[in-house]
Structure formats: structure tokens, C-alpha cells
């Protein structure tokens, strides 16, 4: 096929401003892993750019071999895999019995879970339940049960639950399954795309969690993942906090500079290396979220 | 003829035993969900009662005295208040008129690329902020930003020019948060226009080009009026976030040298309710915040719905 000059200028404009895009994107990051990976020296008085100078994997392996770190990593798997596990059953649970056509008080349950999505009593009433009524201070129930149950979720569940053809559900009670097996045969097999991309969702949630641990803990062992990057780089308490300071950070062998983007880069690479082959269930699930929202 | 009879009759009690014992696990199934959404909903929602109260810790929420709205005069009255209103409304303003047409204008030129392999590559980068953390996105931010060591000010340096503290600087601020927000956002939010994009008919760019029509002309009649509606719907239901705007970008970047251009209302009553434990003012904030936003909420939901119905889906 030919195309026209005017066409072939276009495409290459166009390529030309995917490109500053893409740099947009990448650059930063370039110079945050340059600066993880430079000579010490170098970044206070140089200053580095987009290339590392010399190199110093050191920041990557004494942070790696830090305690709270290590704490703070297998809290989050902890938090994101039973909460992960948690809201799934309770989405599919809730989302399933409120696809039943008829059953005592179906409208009741269907508004009272809707409201949430519109009313809620803000951040000091929830603080002021978990912390002071429940107590659940310094524990991981602070984190998880409170985002268990999402509305949104169990819509967009419902409706595809809805979308099953009812012959089908009807002919396996006349063959005399209950609800559960109901469940887990017919209905799971069907929503299972949608599952996982709200799998994925919750994952991603509990991966980048911090504010709950803000609110609801003092101790370290606590932690999450991103709560310690905050510590590192917004609190500065490598600097400023001689005491807790971690035992390698001798001042002078590993710069605060170094240390801080090295765990940036920790923190946020199992993300950003699984995203790229899980990406289209997130492109789903916002559409399917449009299609119903 | 009796056995007819009796098998019907079977079928008759079967069907009504069903109904029955069909009613329970389904409340089996809503018990947890229920219990959850009783505790961690609906009773905060009886806890914004502390509002109308002045709230002390050792009464608790019942026993606490009722004060009217003594904390509602109080907030209206508070200059800190209207500041922290303005900026979250003009920051939201600003943040809908650049960060709308953004994903639109990639989703296009994203579509006019030949090489369906730069396609690919373009859009999986352009992700990438969106799954990484604000924590990290603002580290990367402070960090680029940097007055010492900085790649911006690196760079600047060279020319001799004295280094800029972006960050603490009020006419920098409010730019910072818009776009790294688009930044932040703009791949995702390109999504549903590639839908809308790859949805239209393919003959009606067949049939523009036999009209002579050129690029430019084909994307201004065949892909925008393509995803108008689209368009229309999102931004009006972005219009409905009017008076929430995300805490944690803020929260991570902004300092007291920016408070009076960048503190928002989820930050100001944040330090209130949490740093200085004022429960009763900082609920009576919260309150007045989500009848706003539940009015602005519902009523560009139903807009946004009607435009939905009006075009064909």
C-alpha cells in the first residue's frame, strides 16, 4: 500500500511524540537506579545524571540483608495474600446470594450493602472503632478487615453471576446440588476472569498499602513494604535517627542518597516486573468497572 | 392415571421443601460480608453522632456532651478551613481541564501508529505508573526534584544557574501535583478511549478516505465523534470528585512552605483529627465533605448515565 508524504510526516511526529512519552516514563527511573548503584562521592558532589558513576551494588545488599526490611516485606505478603484470599471469598459469597431471584429480604440486603458505596462515616469515626473500641492496634486485623468487603466488586460480580442462564442452575437443583456445590461448580468456572482481575486489583491495593499502618501501629515489626520506604525517604530517619539507624549505615561507606533509591527500586521491582504480563487483566477490569459503574 | 397422580404431588412437595431449605445458606453465604460491613460501615457512620458532640475520650461517643453545631459554626468560621476548600476545589479544576484531554490525544496518536509492535511497547510503559505505589512515585518525585542531587538541578547547574528547592516553592507546587498526577494516570485512563477507538466501524474510514479525507480530517470526523460519548461520561463523572481529591500524593509531597497553595481537605483534617486528636471538628468536616460529595457524586452519575443512554450504548 502507498501512503502519502503527508501521512509518512505524520507517522513520524507521531513516533517522535510516543517517544517523549515513553521517556517521560522512563527517565526518572533511570536516574533513580543510576543513583542507587553510584559512588557515594560521586552523587554529593558530581551529581548524577541519567548514567551511574562508577559502580556500588553495596545499598542493594545491605538493605537486603536488613532486619526491618525483611520484616516489612513478608508482613506485606502476609497482609496481601490473606486479605487477597478473604475478599475474594467474601465477594463471591455475598455476590452469588444476591443474584437469587427470590429470597426473604433480597432488596434489604441489596441496599444495604449499596449505601456503603455512597455513605461513609469518614476517616475519625473508623479510626476512633479500630483503634480505641476494637483494639486492634498493632495487629494485622487493623490492616485487613476493614477492606474485606468491596461494594463495587460484588456489583460487578453479581451482574456477571446474573448473566448465567438459569435453566442451568435450575437443572443442577433438580439434580439435587445445594448452594455450595451450585457454587463451585457452575458459578466459580464462569466468573473466574473477572476473579482474577479483581485479584489482581486487591494484590496491587495490599502491595501499595501504608496509610493503616500510619494510623493503627508504633512498632517496627509491623510494618509494611511501602510504610518502610516512607521511613527511608520522607522521614529521613536514617539521618536523623542515629539509634534506629540500621548497623550498615556507617555514614560515610553508604550515603542516605544511595540507600533511599535502592529501596525504591526494591520496593516497587516485583511490581513492576510481573505488571507487564498481568496488565490485561487490569485493562479489563477498569472496562468491565465502566460497563457497570 | 394414580401413578400420574402421585408423581406430581412428589414434585409439588419436593419443590416446596427446596424453597425452603433454597432460603438458608443463602444467609450462610451474606453472614460474613454482612458482619463486616455492619462493623467497619455502618458503625462509623453512627460515630459521625460526635460531630453534633464534643467528643471526650473518657465519656466515649455515647456518654460525650451534645453540643449542636457548635463544630460546624466553628470550621465555617475558620479561615484554614476556606483555604483548604479553595485549594482542593482549584487544584481538582486544574488537575480535570489539563488531565482530560491527555489520555485522549495518546489514545488517538497511539491508534495512528503503524508498527503494531511500538503500539505495544507505548502503551505497556505507559502503565507503569500506575502500578507503582504513590509512596514510591512521590520518592521518585522528591528525588528527581532535589535541590542537591536532583537530575533537574544537576542538569541546570551546568548552565551556572543557582538550584531550585521545586517542592517548597508555592508557584511550583500546585504544577508538581497536576502533572505528576497525569503522569501518574494517563495509561490507564487512555484505556477506555482504545476501547471507544478500536469499537468504531472501520468502514467509515474507508469511506472517508474515498472522500479525500486526510488524517487529520478522518480523526476530527470518524474517531472523535467516536468516542464522544465516552469523553462525556468521564468527565462528568470526574466533575463529581469536585471536593475529594487523593490524600496520599499530597500528603507525601507537600511541607508547611506550601500549605497555603497545596493543603487539601483529606490532609488539613488529617493533621486535625489524627496529629491533634480533635475528633468532634475534624468529624463535622468529614460530614459536611461527603453530603457534598454524595450530591455532586449522584447527580453527575445520573447525567453521566443519561448521556450513556442518549448515544447507541
Request: proline share 3%.
Given at each position: 500500500m502507498k501512503r502519502a508524504t503527508g501521512e509518512k510526516l505524520f507517522q513520524v511526529f507521531n513516533i517522535f511524540l510516543m517517544i517523549i512519552i515513553m521517556a517521560s516514563v522512563l527517565l526518572p527511573i533511570m536516574h533513580i537506579i543510576s543513583v542507587s548503584v553510584s559512588d557515594s562521592r560521586a552523587i554529593t558532589t558530581l551529581g548524577v545524571g541519567l548514567l551511574p558513576v562508577g559502580f556500588k551494588p553495596d545499598a542493594y545488599i545491605s538493605i537486603i540483608g536488613e532486619t526491618i526490611f525483611m520484616r516489612s516485606?513478608?508482613?506485606?505478603?502476609?497482609?496481601?495474600?490473606?486479605?487477597?484470599?478473604?475478599?475474594?471469598?467474601?465477594?463471591?459469597?455475598?455476590?452469588?446470594?444476591?443474584?437469587?431471584?427470590?429470597?426473604?429480604?433480597?432488596?434489604?440486603?441489596?441496599?444495604?450493602?449499596?449505601?456503603?458505596?455512597?455513605?461513609?462515616?469518614?476517616?475519625?469515626?473508623?479510626?476512633?472503632?479500630?483503634?480505641?473500641?476494637?483494639?486492634?492496634?498493632?495487629?494485622?486485623?487493623?490492616?485487613?478487615?476493614?477492606?474485606?468487603?468491596?461494594?463495587?466488586?460484588?456489583?460487578?460480580?453479581?451482574?456477571?453471576?446474573?448473566?448465567?442462564?438459569?435453566?442451568?442452575?435450575?437443572?443442577?437443583?433438580?439434580?439435587?446440588?445445594?448452594?455450595?456445590?451450585?457454587?463451585?461448580?457452575?458459578?466459580?468456572?464462569?466468573?473466574?476472569?473477572?476473579?482474577?482481575?479483581?485479584?489482581?486489583?486487591?494484590?496491587?491495593?495490599?502491595?501499595?498499602?501504608?496509610f493503616p499502618v500510619l494510623l493503627y501501629t508504633d512498632r517496627r515489626e509491623m510494618w509494611t513494604m511501602q510504610y518502610y520506604l516512607r521511613a527511608v525517604v520522607f522521614e529521613k530517619f536514617l539521618a536523623n535517627n542515629a539509634e534506629n539507624a540500621p548497623a550498615v549505615v556507617g555514614a560515610d561507606v553508604i550515603p542516605p542518597q544511595n540507600y533511599q533509591m535502592a529501596c525504591i527500586i526494591l520496593v516497587s521491582l516485583p511490581v513492576v516486573s510481573i505488571y507487564p504480563f498481568v496488565q490485561k487483566y487490569f485493562v479489563k477490569g477498569i472496562l468491565a468497572g465502566s460497563v457497570k459503574g | 392415571m394414580s401413578n400420574i397422580k402421585e408423581h406430581s404431588t412428589v414434585i409439588k412437595h419436593r419443590s416446596h421443601l427446596l424453597k425452603k431449605s433454597r432460603d438458608l445458606p443463602i444467609y450462610g453465604l451474606l453472614l460474613p460480608g454482612v458482619l463486616l460491613v455492619i462493623i467497619f460501615h455502618y458503625i462509623p457512620l453512627f460515630g459521625i453522632i460526635i460531630a453534633f458532640k464534643d467528643y471526650n475520650p473518657f465519656a466515649?461517643?455515647?456518654?460525650?456532651?451534645?453540643?449542636?453545631?457548635?463544630?460546624?459554626?466553628?470550621?465555617?468560621?475558620?479561615?484554614?478551613?476556606?483555604?483548604?476548600?479553595?485549594?482542593?476545589?482549584?487544584?481538582?479544576?486544574?488537575?480535570?481541564?489539563?488531565?482530560?484531554?491527555?489520555?485522549?490525544?495518546?489514545?488517538?496518536?497511539?491508534?495512528?501508529?503503524?508498527?503494531?509492535?511500538?503500539?505495544?511497547?507505548?502503551?505497556?510503559?505507559s502503565y507503569l505508573p500506575y502500578f507503582i505505589s504513590w509512596v514510591v512515585a512521590a520518592g521518585i518525585i522528591t528525588s528527581v526534584l532535589s535541590p542537591s542531587t536532583g537530575a533537574i538541578n544537576v542538569f541546570i547547574k551546568r548552565f551556572g544557574i543557582a538550584p531550585i528547592h521545586f517542592l517548597a516553592k508555592e508557584n511550583y507546587f500546585r504544577p508538581i501535583i497536576i502533572v505528576t498526577g497525569i503522569w501518574k494516570s494517563f495509561g490507564m485512563n487512555a484505556v477506555y478511549y482504545i476501547a471507544a477507538i478500536a469499537a468504531i466501524d472501520t468502514q467509515l474510514y474507508e469511506a472517508a478516505k474515498i472522500d479525500g479525507a486526510s488524517k487529520i480530517r478522518q480523526i476530527w470526523h470518524v474517531t472523535l465523534p467516536g468516542i464522544k460519548t465516552m469523553a462525556i461520561v468521564l468527565l462528568v463523572l470526574q466533575v463529581g470528585t469536585l471536593v475529594s481529591i487523593g490524600f496520599e500524593q499530597i500528603f507525601l509531597l507537600y511541607n508547611p512552605l506550601v500549605y497555603e497553595v497545596g493543603d487539601v481537605i483529606s490532609t488539613y483534617t488529617y493533621r486535625l483529627g489524627i496529629e491533634q486528636a480533635r475528633y468532634s471538628l475534624t468529624t463535622a468536616i468529614g460530614f459536611t465533605q461527603s453530603i457534598v460529595n454524595f450530591i455532586l457524586v449522584y447527580t453527575t452519575n445520573r447525567i453521566a448515565k443519561s448521556f450513556a443512554k442518549w448515544s447507541l450504548w
Open positions: 516485606f513478608i508482613n506485606t505478603i502476609i497482609i496481601t495474600v490473606i486479605s487477597t484470599i478473604l475478599s475474594l471469598a467474601i465477594i463471591i459469597m455475598v455476590a452469588y446470594a444476591l443474584s437469587k431471584k427470590y429470597f426473604l429480604g433480597k432488596s434489604f440486603f441489596v441496599y444495604f450493602f449499596v449505601i456503603t458505596m455512597y455513605f461513609s462515616g469518614g476517616l475519625i469515626p473508623s479510626y476512633l472503632l479500630v483503634s480505641k473500641y476494637l483494639k486492634l492496634n498493632n495487629t494485622y486485623l487493623a490492616y485487613i478487615l476493614p477492606i474485606l468487603v468491596n461494594v463495587f466488586y460484588i456489583i460487578v460480580v453479581k451482574s456477571q453471576v446474573e448473566a448465567i442462564p438459569t435453566d442451568l442452575i435450575e437443572a443442577a437443583y433438580i439434580d439435587g446440588a445445594g448452594e455450595y456445590k451450585i457454587l463451585f461448580r457452575i458459578v466459580i468456572p464462569v466468573i473466574k476472569p473477572t476473579a482474577a482481575a479483581i485479584g489482581m486489583f486487591t494484590i496491587l491495593n495490599c502491595w501499595n498499602m501504608w | 466515649g461517643i455515647i456518654r460525650s456532651e451534645w453540643v449542636g453545631l457548635k463544630n460546624f459554626e466553628f470550621f465555617l468560621m475558620d479561615e484554614n478551613f476556606w483555604r483548604v476548600m479553595r485549594n482542593t476545589i482549584e487544584i481538582n479544576i486544574m488537575q480535570i481541564v489539563m488531565g482530560f484531554p491527555i489520555p485522549i490525544i495518546f489514545a488517538i496518536l497511539l491508534n495512528e501508529l503503524w508498527s503494531a509492535r511500538l503500539k505495544k511497547i507505548t502503551q505497556t510503559i
